[in-house]
């Protein structure tokens, strides 16, 4: 049955997390939004010491954790609970808290035990790290089965050559932490989507470098890199998953990262849509406007309705959300449920976020607010792990049962 009930410690822990977006985030959301490439270093120390907070984030993939503290029996509704709350508070920030991330989420979902100890463990020093993952190429985007960055063996090591873009934290885990990135690699272009591997690259691995980091339209506080790898050698135990080439099984090992990343960008599209609809609210109540729910709907006003529009879609979204990760949190395949939620809530969010600025009018326009910016920071939501378009078409192919080739 499904259970989305917390043990009060988790709702503890979700209060110290909503104090920390409130009087934390923030104040300085404004400041690295317009700074974009200096990174919240005060912010991030209080992150890592106080609150612990970077390992906290770290899906779980299918395990279970047992005793592994808070939340451990729900970690991935856990994970995506607290991702809602910070990212209420900046969603730009909270990708760029010291965390394993969507690396980590790889590492999670197609390591070994012992990968995960080594990978994922307590770094040295208890220094922040951070985590990343490396699909995109100049080439290759949506259609990840087109990728061209190469692995070749060469004794007991693999030598990694090619361009990657866009990458997430790419520069805090390439350059400036104990981190490390998963790089998506193929084997044998021959053999298409069964021949891509991914690969774990410790920071600072010669023949990784960072080319650039993007300027963008949302999540300025968080680092988007271009990385080059020219003859990147890592020891032959950094592959995740099986080295053979199995054309039966596909690519299914590298994928099964999305199950359990898919609900967490889920979860921030939601936290940043609910900070537009609370806004929303105060700014009603200030105007002595109060939505009245329980009167017919030809009684309501225009904002009334829009309002109760926008609620129902984050709820929606939400509940979507929340069955993925439970299902992860039980074992359970759900594969078409992170990719509903994902593109529910990409969606709802950008509709959320312009309709709130539209009821604001001016005001909502201004960066005076954070309107703007939660509108900005709204539409990674529905590029990123997957887009809208590309998740329904997965959603399509899932109800349906027709496989990639069919349905395209
Ligand atoms: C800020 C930011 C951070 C990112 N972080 C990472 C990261 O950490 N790691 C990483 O690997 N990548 C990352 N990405 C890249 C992101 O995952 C890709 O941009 C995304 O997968 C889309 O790929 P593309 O840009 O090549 O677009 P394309 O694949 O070229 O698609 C262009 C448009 O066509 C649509 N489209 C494509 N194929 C179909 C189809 N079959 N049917 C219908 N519509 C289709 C798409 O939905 C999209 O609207 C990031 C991107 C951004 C902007």
Known sequence: MIDFEFEPQVIERLKLYHTIAEQMM??????????????????????????????EFQPGGREKKEGAGVG????????????EELTWGDAGLFLSIPNAGLGGAAIAAAGTPEQKQRFLGPFRGGKPKWGAMAITEPGCGSDSAAITTTAVRDGDEWVINGTKIFCTSGQMAAEKS?????????????????GIKSFVVPHGTPGMTVVRVENK?????????????????????????????????????VMATFDATRPIVAAMAIGV?????????DFLNQQKIAIRYGAGL???????????????????????????AWMLDAGRQNSLEASMAKAKAGLAVTQITQKAIELLGPLGYSRRMLLEKWMRDAKINDIFEGTQQINLLIVARRILGYSSRELS
Not at 74 to 82: D, G, P, Q, V
Not at 180 to 190: E, G, M, N, R
Not at 224 to 244: K, Q, W, Y
């Open 26 to 55: 923030r104040p300085i959301s404004r400041e690295y939004d317009e700074r974009e490439h200096e990174k919240p270093w005060q912010f991030f120390e209080t992150m890592w010491s106080a609150a612990g907070a970077a390992a």
């Open 72 to 83: 451990a029996r729900a970690r991935n509704l856990y994970t995506i609970a607290t991702t």
């Open 178 to 194: 104990e981190g490390f990135i998963v790089v998506w690699a193929t084997l044998d272009k021959s053999a298409g989507r069964a």
């Open 217 to 253: 339209l949302g999540i300025r506080a968080s680092d988007t890199a271009m990385i080059v790898f020219d003859n990147c050698r890592v020891p032959f135990d950094h592959i995740l998953g099986s080295p053979e080439i199995n054309r039966e099984r596909g690519f299914k090992d």
């Open 273 to 281: 849509g609910r900070a537009a609809l609370d806004f929303v609210r």
């Open 298 to 324: 030809y009684r309501l006003t225009a904002a009334e309705r829009d309002f109760i529009e926008m609620e129902v879609q984050l709820k929606a979204a939400r509940l979507l959300t929340w069955r993925a």
